[in-house]
C-alpha cells in the first residue's frame, strides 16, 4: 500500500530543485529566519550543477555581448565566494593567446581594462601582456598574449555546501524526493511528493520557488498546471578531460574561428578540462551525452593551440550538461543570455507566489538568491537583510587550506601529505571532524583505494546525503577520475553496509 504521509508544518518556503540554485536560494531563506522545505529529484547537484566549467568568473566575453549588468555582478562575486569557501573557490590565472585575425589586440586590451575595473577586486591580481618565445605548451606561430585571473571551483561541492549552510539553520533538505505536483488552496502551496522508494507525502508552504533548472518549464507548465510568460532555451555544453596538456598552474581561453572561446583548465593535479561547446538541445535534460562532432571541435581546437596534439584515445573521460537559459534571442546558442530572470506570480488574492528562476550561472547563484528573497520580500513582514556576503560556508572559516594541511600534518604526524591535502581543499575546517579520534591510518576504517577510506564514506553518508558510489566519487569528490577499481571497491562496502543495515533489528 502506499505510505501517505502529510507534515503539519506549514513552511515559509518551498524549493524545487537541488541545484546551485535551488539550494542558494535555501540557504538565504534559512539565513533569513524562513523556514524552508527543498526537494530534489535525484541527488544534489545531480544535473546542470555539476556538469560546468567550474569557473567563477566574470565572463570576459559577455562584455561582447553588452551584458554589463551580469558581468559587474559575476565579477564581484568573485571574491565574495573566495571569503566563503577560500577551499573551493581558487584564484585562477588565464592566458589569452593572441590571434590577430580573431580580435585586434586593442579589443582585448579595452576588454581586460573593463574586466579590471567593473567589478569590485581587491585579491585578484590584474591583467597584463605577455610574449611567448616558442618554448611554452603553445604552438611557435604565437608569440603575445594577454593574462588575466578568475577563479575555478568545485560546482556539485558548492551545491551541497549551501544545502548543509541550510540545513544547519533548520532547513529540511530532501534529496531523491520528487515533486510530483502541486497546487494553490486556501492562500498555501501544497506540494505532493514522492520519495525514490514509492513512499509518499505532501508539505504546505506559504510560497513556492521554482529552481528547477532545465525543467522549469515542465514544472510550471505540467507539474503546476500554470501558464508562463517567459520560457527556456536549453543549450548543451560539453566537455573531455585528457592527460594533463602541460606543465604549470595557467589555464588557457582560447578563441575559435565562430568567435567562440574554449578553456583548457588544469583539473585534479593530473588532467586538462577542456570545454566547453553550445548547441540547442531539445532531449530530455537528464539524458545528455557528448557528440562525435563536440568532441571534433574540442580536439580541433586545442590541437590548433597546442603544441601536445590530441587524439581520440587521450580522452579519459567526458561529460555534458544542459543550460536553462531564458529564452531571449532566436540567433547562435552561444549569444543567447546568460543572466537571469525571476517570474513572480500569486493567486487571484495576491497571495501563495510562485517564483521561477531562468537562467543563472553558479557565480551568481548568491545574488540570484537574495534577488529572490527581494522578490518574495512583500510576503513576509520584518524579513532581515542578506548577510551573506560575510558568512562562510560550512568548512570555510579558514583564511589559507595550505596552512589547513600543515596544521592537520602537525598534529596527526601519520596522515600522508596527499591525503591532507585533498581533505583540507574539499572540506577545510569540517576536515577535522573526519579525524576526530583516530590515532593512526587504521582509524581512518577500511582503504578502498586512492585514498578513500570507509570514514570518509560514512561522513558523505551521514553530512552530505551521499548514497551511492556516483554520489561520492563524482559529486562530493571527483575520485572516480582516478581508478575504476575504487569504483568497484565502493560498491562492493556499500553494498555490505546496506545487507548488514537490513539484518540490524529496527532500532526503537
Ligand atoms: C556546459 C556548461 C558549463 C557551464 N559553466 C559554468 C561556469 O564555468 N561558471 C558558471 O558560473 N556557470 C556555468 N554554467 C552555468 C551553471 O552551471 C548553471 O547555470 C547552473 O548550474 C544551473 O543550476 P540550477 O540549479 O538552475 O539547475 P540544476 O543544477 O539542473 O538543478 C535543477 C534541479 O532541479 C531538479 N528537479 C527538476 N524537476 C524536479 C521536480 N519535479 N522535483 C524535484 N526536483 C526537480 C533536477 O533534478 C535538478 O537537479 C555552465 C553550464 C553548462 C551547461
Given at each position: 500500500?502506499?505510505?501517505?504521509?502529510?507534515?503539519?508544518?506549514?513552511?515559509?518556503?518551498?524549493?524545487?530543485?537541488?541545484?546551485?540554485?535551488?539550494?542558494?536560494?535555501?540557504?538565504?531563506?534559512?539565513?533569513?529566519?524562513?523556514?524552508?522545505?527543498?526537494?530534489?529529484?535525484?541527488?544534489?547537484?545531480?544535473?546542470?550543477?555539476?556538469?560546468?566549467?567550474?569557473?567563477?568568473h566574470g565572463g570576459l566575453r559577455y562584455l561582447e555581448h553588452g551584458e554589463w549588468r551580469l558581468v559587474r555582478e559575476a565579477l564581484s562575486e568573485r571574491?565574495?565566494?573566495?571569503?566563503?569557501?577560500?577551499?573551493?573557490?581558487?584564484?585562477?590565472?588565464?592566458?589569452?593567446?593572441?590571434?590577430?585575425?580573431?580580435?585586434?589586440?586593442?579589443?582585448?586590451?579595452?576588454g581586460l581594462?573593463l574586466y579590471d575595473h567593473l567589478g569590485k577586486r581587491?585579491?585578484?591580481?590584474?591583467?597584463?601582456?605577455?610574449?611567448?618565445?616558442?618554448?611554452?605548451?603553445?604552438?611557435?606561430?604565437?608569440?603575445?598574449?594577454?593574462?588575466?585571473?578568475d577563479?575555478?571551483?568545485?560546482?556539485?561541492?558548492?551545491?551541497?555546501?549551501?544545502?548543509?549552510?541550510?540545513?544547519?539553520?533548520?532547513?529540511?533538505?530532501?534529496?531523491?524526493?520528487?515533486?510530483?505536483?502541486?497546487?494553490?488552496?486556501?492562500?498555501?502551496?501544497?506540494?505532493?511528493?514522492?520519495?525514490?522508494?514509492?513512499?509518499?507525502?505532501?508539505?504546505?508552504?506559504?510560497?513556492?520557488?521554482?529552481?528547477?533548472?532545465?525543467?522549469?518549464?515542465?514544472?510550471?507548465?505540467?507539474?503546476?498546471?500554470?501558464?508562463?510568460?517567459?520560457?527556456?532555451?536549453?543549450?548543451?555544453?560539453?566537455?573531455?578531460?585528457?592527460?594533463?596538456?602541460?606543465?604549470?598552474?595557467?589555464?588557457?581561453?582560447?578563441?575559435?574561428?565562430?568567435?567562440?572561446?574554449?578553456?583548457?583548465?588544469?583539473?585534479?593535479?593530473?588532467?586538462?578540462?577542456?570545454?566547453?561547446?553550445?548547441?540547442?538541445?531539445?532531449?530530455?535534460?537528464?539524458?545528455?551525452?557528448?557528440?562525435?562532432?563536440?568532441?571534433?571541435?574540442?580536439?580541433?581546437?586545442?590541437?590548433?593551440?597546442?603544441?601536445?596534439?590530441?587524439?581520440?584515445?587521450?580522452?579519459?573521460?567526458?561529460?555534458?550538461?544542459?543550460?536553462?537559459?531564458?529564452?531571449?534571442?532566436?540567433?547562435?546558442?552561444?549569444?543567447?543570455t546568460r543572466d537571469?530572470?525571476?517570474?513572480?506570480?500569486?493567486?487571484?488574492?495576491?497571495?501563495?507566489?510562485?517564483?521561477?528562476?531562468?537562467?543563472?550561472k553558479?557565480t551568481t547563484?548568491?545574488m540570484?538568491?537574495?534577488?529572490?528573497?527581494?522578490?518574495?520580500?512583500?510576503?513576509?513582514?520584518?524579513?532581515?537583510?542578506?548577510?551573506?556576503?560575510?558568512?562562510?560556508?560550512?568548512?570555510?572559516?579558514?583564511?589559507?587550506?595550505?596552512?589547513?594541511?600543515?596544521?592537520?600534518?602537525?598534529?596527526?604526524?601519520?596522515?600522508?601529505?596527499?591525503?591532507?591535502?585533498?581533505?583540507?581543499?574539499?572540506?577545510?575546517?569540517?576536515?577535522?571532524?573526519?579525524?576526530?579520534?583516530?590515532?593512526?591510518?587504521?582509524?581512518?576504517?577500511?582503504?578502498?583505494?586512492?585514498?578513500?577510506?570507509?570514514?570518509?564514506?560514512?561522513?558523505?553518508?551521514?553530512?552530505?546525503?551521499?548514497?551511492?558510489?556516483?554520489?561520492?566519487?563524482?559529486?562530493?569528490?571527483?575520485?572516480?577520475?582516478?581508478?575504476?577499481?575504487?569504483?568497484?571497491?565502493?560498491?562492493?562496502?556499500?553494498?555490505?553496509?546496506?545487507?548488514?543495515?537490513?539484518?540490524?533489528?529496527?532500532?526503537?
Amino acid at each position: 500500500m502506499e505510505n501517505q504521509a502529510h507534515i503539519s508544518e506549514i513552511y515559509d518556503l518551498a524549493v524545487i530543485g537541488g541545484g546551485i540554485n535551488g539550494t542558494g536560494i535555501a540557504a538565504e531563506a534559512t539565513s533569513r529566519g524562513l523556514s524552508t522545505y527543498l526537494c530534489e529529484r535525484d541527488d544534489l547537484a545531480n544535473h546542470t550543477s555539476s556538469a560546468s566549467s567550474k569557473l567563477i568568473h566574470g565572463g570576459l566575453r559577455y562584455l561582447e555581448h553588452g551584458e554589463w549588468r551580469l558581468v559587474r555582478e559575476a565579477l564581484s562575486e568573485r571574491e565574495t565566494l573566495m571569503r566563503k569557501a577560500p577551499h573551493l573557490v581558487r584564484s585562477q590565472r588565464f592566458i589569452l593567446p593572441h590571434r590577430p585575425h580573431l580580435r585586434s589586440a586593442w579589443l582585448i586590451r579595452l576588454g581586460l581594462f573593463l574586466y579590471d575595473h567593473l567589478g569590485k577586486r581587491q585579491r585578484l591580481a590584474p591583467s597584463s601582456h605577455l610574449r611567448f618565445d616558442g618554448q611554452g605548451p603553445l604552438q611557435a606561430d604565437i608569440t603575445q598574449g594577454f593574462e588575466y585571473s578568475d577563479c575555478t571551483v568545485d560546482d556539485s561541492r558548492l551545491v551541497i555546501l549551501n544545502a548543509m549552510a541550510a540545513r544547519e539553520q533548520g532547513a529540511h533538505i530532501h534529496p531523491r524526493t520528487h515533486c510530483l505536483s502541486a497546487h494553490r488552496s486556501r492562500g498555501l502551496w501544497h506540494l505532493h511528493l514522492e520519495r525514490t522508494d514509492g513512499s509518499r507525502y505532501s508539505v504546505r508552504a506559504s510560497a513556492l520557488v521554482n529552481a528547477a533548472g532545465p525543467w522549469a518549464m515542465e514544472v510550471i507548465t505540467d507539474r503546476l498546471g500554470q501558464d508562463s510568460r517567459h520560457s527556456l532555451r536549453l543549450v548543451q555544453g560539453s566537455h573531455l578531460i585528457v592527460p594533463r596538456l602541460h606543465e604549470g598552474q595557467q589555464a588557457y581561453i582560447l578563441q575559435h574561428e565562430d568567435r567562440r572561446i574554449v578553456f583548457a583548465i588544469p583539473y585534479q593535479g593530473d588532467f586538462t578540462l577542456i570545454g566547453t561547446t553550445d548547441r540547442d538541445y531539445r532531449q530530455d535534460p537528464a539524458d545528455v551525452h557528448i557528440s562525435d562532432d563536440e568532441i571534433d571541435y574540442l580536439l580541433g581546437i586545442s590541437n590548433s593551440y597546442f603544441k601536445r596534439q590530441l587524439q581520440r584515445e587521450d580522452i579519459l573521460h567526458s561529460f555534458s550538461g544542459v543550460r536553462p537559459l531564458l529564452a531571449d534571442d532566436q540567433g547562435p546558442a552561444a549569444n543567447v543570455t546568460r543572466d537571469y530572470h525571476l517570474q513572480l506570480d500569486t493567486d487571484a488574492q495576491g497571495h501563495a507566489p510562485l517564483l521561477s528562476v531562468f537562467g543563472g550561472k553558479l557565480t551568481t547563484y548568491r545574488m540570484l538568491a537574495i534577488n529572490t528573497l527581494e522578490s518574495l520580500r512583500p510576503w513576509y513582514t520584518g524579513l532581515p537583510e542578506s548577510d551573506s556576503a560575510s558568512t562562510p560556508l560550512p568548512g570555510g572559516d579558514l583564511s589559507d587550506p595550505r596552512a589547513l594541511v600543515e596544521e592537520m600534518l602537525d598534529r596527526y604526524a601519520w596522515l600522508p601529505r596527499c591525503l591532507a591535502t585533498r581533505w583540507a581543499w574539499s572540506y577545510g575546517s569540517r576536515a577535522w571532524r573526519l579525524l576526530e579520534g583516530s590515532h593512526d591510518l587504521a582509524g581512518l576504517g577500511e582503504h578502498l583505494g586512492n585514498g578513500l577510506y570507509t570514514r570518509e564514506v560514512e561522513y558523505l553518508i551521514e553530512q552530505e546525503w551521499a548514497m551511492t558510489a556516483e554520489d561520492i566519487l563524482w559529486r562530493r569528490s571527483k575520485l572516480g577520475l582516478h581508478s575504476p577499481a575504487l569504483q568497484a571497491n565502493l560498491h562492493g562496502y556499500l553494498r555490505q553496509r546496506m545487507d548488514h543495515r537490513q539484518l540490524m533489528p529496527a532500532s526503537k
